[in-house]
């Protein structure tokens, strides 16, 4: 059902002024929607505080989904898990060396990547890539 199962990844996009945008989105697992989505130059605790930011503001009243991720650094933040069990959310991390316990937000990027963006960087700055976002 939706809004029970969220997976979340941060992935880097090359700029064609050589420089990387970080994009940290949230998928649904069941509907496969980006319930949220945000762009930096950096992949910082910002970027994913404003993302989990962007999902409780989408979410329906009551939703309080499990929010799975990978094992990095910026899942395992103090004030990351914190904010989740502050409005509920269950967090879950895949298993050590298994990438594909991600595999439905994995799959988003490799989309995106693939499909929209197929290895060249079309978007000058990152200004441009937001825009697109």
Not at 32 to 47: F, G, R
Not at 54 to 63: G, Q, S, V
Request: aromatic share 10%; glycine share 2%; hydrophobic share 40%.
């Amino acid at each position: 059902k939706p809004y029970q199962v969220c997976h979340t990844d941060v992935s880097q996009v090359r700029l064609a002024n050589q420089t990387w945008a970080y994009l940290s989105v949230i998928t649904d697992e069941a509907s496969k929607e980006v319930l949220a989505c945000q762009v930096s130059p950096h992949p910082n605790s910002d970027l994913i505080t404003s993302t989990v930011d962007e999902l409780i503001r989408n979410l329906p009243d009551h939703a309080c989904p499990l929010i799975h991720s990978d094992q990095g650094w910026q899942y395992q933040l103090p004030f990351y898990t914190q904010r989740l069990a502050n409005h509920h959310f269950v967090q879950s991390m895949s298993r050590k060396g298994h990438c594909l316990d991600n595999a439905p937000v994995e799959s988003f990027f490799h989309i995106l990547k693939t499909e929209l963006l197929d290895g060249l960087p079309l978007f000058e700055d990152i200004t441009a890539f937001q825009m697109m976002v």
